[in-house]
């Protein structure tokens, strides 16, 4: 079984907060990590992939990935209402039958309020 | 740019009624994926064709097949429509083989059997 888990929310932040989005992961196998955000009644929008150990900063977004803990983050600063909507967490493997497949987890809805 | 293109974006079934959801892709990316997903359950993979030619079921297969077209379009058929299938259906490609590439998703189908 291959989960990915997330905290359901809603996660609430005021404006210029940094809003920090949490996963973990079950298969330590997992060599692909990313994030998409959902607006609602969207589809999701990839905003941030990581691959190796360590931070990744793109704009106002860090990813940030522990292999050893199988934790991986997203952190945004100087939240906006803009960025209010849900954040997938998506995990991949590459061996096997699991080849090119992502798993997601349920997703956080997050409410960044002015 | 298209990206993704699904059709239709609304559908309204009776049951036992059979459909096909249509995605098409202008990427040339060479792996597509049918989702579905439905309130609090996050995406779920219904199958996925990691290359032109070939079809693998997801986790939630039952009730669906597929058909890889040629590399561009990967189409969903529901043969019998029942509630259960009510959800939103996405269609999603990656570029190669592997997970390591990130997944980019169509805009949706909204499908309601009744």
């Known amino acids: 079984q291959k989960e990915v888990e997330q905290n359901s929310g809603p996660l609430s932040v005021p404006e210029g907060a940094i809003a920090s989005l949490n996963c973990t992961y079950s298969?330590?196998?997992?060599?692909?990590f990313f994030w998409y955000r959902q607006y609602s009644g969207k589809s999701p929008e990839l905003i941030m992939f990581?691959?190796?150990?360590g931070d990744k900063e793109d704009g106002r977004f860090t990813a940030q990935l522990n292999k050893a803990s199988q934790y991986v983050s997203l952190l945004i600063r100087d939240s906006q209402p803009s960025d209010s909507a849900t954040y997938l967490c998506?995990?991949?493997?590459?061996?096997?039958?699991?080849?090119?497949?992502?798993?997601f987890g349920r997703g956080t809805q997050l409410t960044v309020w002015p | 740019n298209a990206g993704v293109t699904q059709t239709p974006k609304f559908q309204v079934l009776k049951t036992g009624q059979s459909m096909t959801l249509q995605c098409a892709q202008d990427?040339?990316?060479?792996?597509m994926y049918w989702y579905r997903q439905d309130p609090g359950m996050g995406l779920r993979l219904i199958y996925y064709?990691?290359?032109?030619?070939?079809?693998d079921k997801g986790e939630v297969p039952n009730g669906y097949n597929v058909s890889r077209l040629n590399k561009r379009e990967f189409s969903l058929r529901l043969e019998s429509a029942a509630p259960s299938q009510t959800s939103v259906y996405f269609c999603?490609?990656?570029?190669?083989?592997?997970?390591?590439?990130?997944?980019?998703f169509g805009d949706g189908t909204r499908l309601s059997i009744l």
């Open positions: 990427m040339n990316h060479n792996s």
């Open positions: 064709s990691a290359s032109e030619g070939t079809t």
């Open positions: 999603a490609s990656s570029d190669l083989t592997g997970s390591n590439q990130p997944q980019h």
């Open positions: 990581i691959y190796s150990n």
């Open positions: 998506a995990v991949g493997l590459d061996r096997g039958s699991t080849l090119g497949r992502l798993y």
């Open positions: 298969d330590r196998g997992s060599q692909s």
